[in-house]
C-alpha cells in the first residue's frame, strides 16, 4: 500500500509542477509586460499612416490562446494596433509579401519577411519602423510567436499586385 501511495504523490505532484510551469510561461509575459499605451500615444503615432488593416480573431491559425483583434494603422514611422492581442511571450512583428494565416505558411515565407521589432504590450501596441523600409514591398502584417513558433493573427495591408 505504500508503494502504491508514493507513486499517487508522485504523479499528482508532477502533474501540478507540470501544469504550474505552463502557467508560469503563460502569466509571467502579462506580469512583465509594460504599461499599454494610451488611446491619445496611438492616435499621435498613427496620425501619419498609410495604411490601414484589421486584426480579426477568426483566422485559420488562431484558435482561444492565440489571436488578435482591433484596427491597424501602418505608417512609414510606425505600426500601432488599437486593440488586442492575446498574451504571451516573445511577440514579434514581421511584414510579409504575402498573406498567411497558419503556422506552416509563415514558416515558408519566413525569409522574405522582415522583422519590424517585439511586441511588448497585450492592449494596444506602437511598434517603430526603421527608415528605409518600404512598406509597398509587402502587404501583410504578422505577430508571431518566436520562442512557441506560433501564429497569432496577420491583417493584409495592401492587395497583392497582379502579374500577368
Not at 17 to 41: E, R
Not at 111 to 132: P, Q, R, W, Y
Request: with cysteine.
Amino acid at each position: 500500500m505504500k508503494k502504491k501511495g508514493l507513486a499517487i504523490f508522485t504523479f499528482s505532484h508532477i502533474i501540478f509542477l507540470a501544469v504550474g510551469f505552463a502557467l508560469g510561461i503563460y502569466a509571467l509575459p502579462i506580469l512583465t509586460a509594460p504599461p499599454a499605451p494610451s488611446k491619445l500615444d496611438i492616435q499621435a503615432k498613427s496620425s501619419n499612416y498609410v495604411y490601414l488593416a484589421e486584426f480579426t480573431s477568426d483566422l485559420k491559425g488562431s484558435d482561444l490562446l492565440h489571436w488578435g483583434e482591433g484596427r491597424l494603422s501602418i505608417g512609414n514611422d510606425y505600426i500601432t494596433l488599437m486593440g488586442q492581442l492575446a498574451p504571451g511571450p516573445d511577440y514579434k512583428l514581421y511584414l510579409s509579401p504575402k498573406f498567411v494565416e497558419t503556422e506552416a505558411e509563415f514558416e515558408q515565407l519566413k525569409l522574405s519577411m522582415i522583422l519590424i521589432g517585439n511586441v511588448k504590450t497585450f492592449d494596444n501596441f506602437i511598434v517603430e519602423v526603421d527608415a528605409g523600409i518600404d512598406l509597398t514591398t509587402f502587404n501583410t502584417v504578422v505577430v508571431w510567436c518566436e520562442t512557441f513558433g506560433e501564429f497569432i493573427t496577420a491583417a493584409q495591408y495592401r492587395q497583392p499586385l497582379i502579374t500577368l
